[in-house]
Each structure stands twice: as C-alpha cells, then as structure tokens.
C-alpha cells in the first residue's frame, strides 16, 4: 500500500481543464474558446515577428545562462516600469518603484499576495465578482483573508457600479482592492474613466491600497499607453500601489513565464525596503527567474525599430479581436429571432466575451456543439476565426433559448 494513499484526486482546473477536454475531442468542428491564447485567422498559435528579431539578435549575441540576481535582469526591470508607469513618470526618476522581475503574473501576484500576508497580517484583499479564477487560488495558498466585492451586473450584463463603491467603501480601512487595469477577465467590462476617478477616490478615503493586475497592456485597445491609463492615474494621485504584470498576452510569451511586480512607494527609501523584502521572499520560492523572455522583452522595448514595430503586431492581433467581436454580433444579431439585444458583447473589451451563458448552457455548447469554453459563459474571441463567427453564433443561440 502506498504511503501516499492520503493524496486524493485533484479536481481539474477550470480553464486548463478545458483544454484537456478539446484535445480529447475527435470532432471536426470542434473550437476551443477556453483558455486565452491568442490565434491567428487559421487558429494556429503566433509567434510575433518582434520576438523572433530578439531571438535572433540573442543568439548573435551569443548571451550566456548564467543566473540572473534575486530580483531578475535589470534591463527588463527599467523597461517594465517604463511602460507600466511612462518612461517620463517622475516616480522612476524619484526612484519610489519597487520593481522585481516575476513568473509571469501568476508568479507577480503570488509574490505580492507573499508580501501582503507577512507585512500586513489580517488585511484582506477584495477581489471582483466575478474574477479570474486563479486570483482565488494565489490569495488561498498564500494564505490571504479575501472576499468580494460586486463588479458584474446580469441585468444589464455591464458594471454594477454603485455595488463596487458599497462595498469597496464597506470594506475594513487598509483592505488591498485588486483591479484588473484593463480588459477585465473574463467579463471584458472595465469601467469609465470618470468611474475609475470616483474608484480611486473611494480608495482614498478608506486608505486602502489598490493592487492592478495588468495581463494586457496593449492587447485591450492596442495602444499601450491607453491600457496603463488606470494605473497611471492611481499613480498620479500619490497613491501607494501594487502592480503586477504579464507579458503573456501583449508579446505572447506565455510560456516564458515573463512579469513583473512593481510597488510603488511614497519615497525611495521605502522602495529600497519593499525590494529587499521581495527579493528575501523570492529566494527560498524559486531562487531566482528565468533570464530568456526578460531578455526578449528588454530588447524589444529598448530597440526603437522592434518597439515601434511590436506596437504594429499588437495593433494587429487587438484588431483581429475587435473584427471577429464584431462579426460574432452581426452574426448573432442575424440569427436570433427572439429580439434579444447582443449589443453588450460590442461594449466588452480585449480577448474575451463575457455570453451571459449560464453553466447548463455553456454545457450544451461543449456536448451538443463542440465549444470548448469556461462554465462561466465566458469564451475568447482570441481563439475564434472571422469563419467560424456564425457557426458559433449558431450554437450561442441554440443553447440561449
Ligand atoms: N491575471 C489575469 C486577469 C489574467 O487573465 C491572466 C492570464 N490569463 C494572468 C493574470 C496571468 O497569466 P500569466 O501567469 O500567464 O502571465
């Protein structure tokens, strides 16, 4: 008998799951909306252009794999906080960014969720109803108190706003309030720029601290700048903040688990502190991060040619989400003869589309239709082809009514 017998059967995750479940399916028509990687018009994976140049002037280079410090390579470093903050931030120039290279925003969140339950013992950190399901899982292992607070409203299938202000002001002075900084997952619902002013004043008041999670940058509107305008504004406020970051989406690196999670502080020698914390927090985790996607990113921005033209194929790959978005509606629009308004899925932004789909429903799409999605009703549109917009639009219809 097994001295494992204790160890019982995990239940499978609800998004990679997925994806288990499609490449199980022998179904010639089968689409697989679940996990958001983003795939060209033949749904095939992308490497962007950019990242091959890097590669190559890389291998050139003939870099070598020695390891990177505790908080991972000082290039990328620079670079993140740039484009998080603006490269003209005063606060980089002040120094008042604490700043250490992640695994990706799984692994920048996880560290940060570190740092909140070592320093800041009982504080709980609110999360949006609904949330990336993951958030759940980092703050739970890291032991972080956490509850929610309302975000999506079924009614209308936008914000519910004037729930968010209850219950972020409702919430014990000193909470952490996490924000998605753009394109929030999975309801593709960010709020206003006026709505974010009113957030941050809440925040304020209540002296809590936001926490932005920012997994798209450039990939919601296609301009990098537009993305980081919610952060930027908290930043310009003087608030102290967390930011983590991911370039998964933006530069497609998802499996060079490259991120980042910035602290910005009130001065720089608190900064100094923050970063000395992370690194000791780091060290007995993983050690240290893994130096081939740092480098990519640091090339590409820190090349003016590379930059401009990863702004190009991000521009590309947020107008092919924004085309199909577009074409799933007038396709929906077309096919439902019941009345109902689709316009909310034109509202939503980056790669995803929140359906209103409840879990019986998203089940007959996978059963019946070989749509492979969250039960959650939510599906990416970066997975989905112009071509196959009406046969979903097909399916959606079919398992709404
Ligand atoms: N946060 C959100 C909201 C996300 O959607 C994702 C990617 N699905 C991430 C963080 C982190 O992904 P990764 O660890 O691949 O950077």
Redesign the pocket.
Known sequence: VSRFEGITMAPPDPILGVSEAFRADKDETKLNLGV?AYRTEELQPYVLQVVKKAENLMLERGENKEYLPIEGLAAFNKATADLLLGADNPLIKQEKVATVQGL????S?RLAAALIERYFPGAKVLISAPT?G?HKNIFNDAKVPWSEYRYYDPKTVGLDFDGMIADVKAAPCGSFILL?GCAH?PTGIDPTPEQWEKIADVIQEKNHIPFF?V?YQGFASGSLDADASSVRLFAARGMELFV?Q?Y??NLGL?AE?I?AINVVCSSSDTAVRVKSQLKRLARPMYSNPPVHGARIVANVVGDPVLFSEWKSEMELMAGRIKDVRKRLYDNLSGNDKSGKDWSFILRQIGMFSFTGLNKAQSENMTNKWHVYMTKDGRISLAGLSLAKCEYLADAIVDSYH
């Not at 990706?104 to 692994?107: F, P, Y």
């Open positions: 958001g990706s925003g799984t692994g969140l990336w993951n998605h997952n999670d997994a983590a991911s998964s989406k998802y688990r991120g």
